[in-house]
């Protein structure tokens, strides 16, 4: 990793693990081309070592990835505050195995296109419940939620543009109630939810790809 103090600036993409030694060299890097960062976590819990990059530098970041490769119940804390702060052109960020417990930091977020958000099966409070602060980011096309509590889709009525969503292992997540407002929706996942009605899809009248797994209480395709 210490190479990267060497370079001159000229790096766009740069992956690493997210330990505090890496975290300082980061840091220090001259780093102000940077478009795509993706750090992984491989420890055993705490909180991550989020790079201080300088706002020159992650005022052009527009992809943000965060990876833990952890046992899910230390499953590691994340500061979404933290992570995206400068990040004012950001376009896609993704969350997978960390915990994020609030998404409040994305309302300010204008350009986020694609959110992946992926918590761990068993540990759903460790994880969003609430999709609220999405209703600001009119620009967001694709959505992937999967193992939390989210109950209420309503907040992805604001998100016009919406193409894409995949939502799953979500048990508290009994309708799709808001979807109609999503009229360039063309591609719903849903996997393992609760949702005993498919209504509000049919207002989607762009929805192309529907695909349906281990909705138990689903017992009719009506409406689509």
């Known amino acids: ?19 505090d030694d890496s975290a300082a060299v980061i840091s220090a890097a001259p780093l102000s081309k940077l478009r795509a960062l993706s750090l992984e976590h491989k420890g055993a819990g705490g909180k991550w070592s989020v790079p201080a990059l300088s706002l020159t530098a992650s005022a052009g970041l527009e992809e943000l990835c965060f990876n833990a490769h952890i046992f899910p ?10 992570a995206v702060r400068g990040c004012s052109q950001l376009c ?16 300010d977020c204008v350009h986020l296109e694609k959110l992946s958000a992926f918590g761990f099966i068993g540990c759903f409070s460790s994880f969003i419940s609430d999709l609220a602060p999405l209703g600001g980011c009119a620009k967001l ?31 508290r ?35 192309k790809d529907l695909n349906i797994y281990q909705c138990v209480y689903l017992n009719s395709l009506a409406y689509i």
């Open 1 to 19: 990793m210490l190479w990267l103090c060497q370079s001159e600036g000229h790096l766009q993409r740069l992956a690493a693990d997210c330990d």
């Open 73 to 82: 119940r230390s499953s590691t804390l994340l500061s979404l505050k933290e």
């Open 92 to 107: 896609t960020l993704s969350l997978k195995g960390c915990r994020v417990l609030d998404l409040s930091a994305l309302a």
């Open 141 to 171: 096309k694709d959505l992937s939620v999967v193992y939390s509590l989210v109950s209420d889709l309503a907040p992805l009525g604001s998100c016009v543009e919406l193409q894409d969503l995949s939502i799953g292992g979500c048990p």
């Open 173 to 207: 997540l009994e309708s799709l109630e808001g979807l109609q407002a999503c009229r360039e929706l063309e591609r719903l996942g849903m996997n393992s939810l609760p949702v005993s009605s498919l209504e509000p899809l049919s207002a989607c009248a762009q929805l």
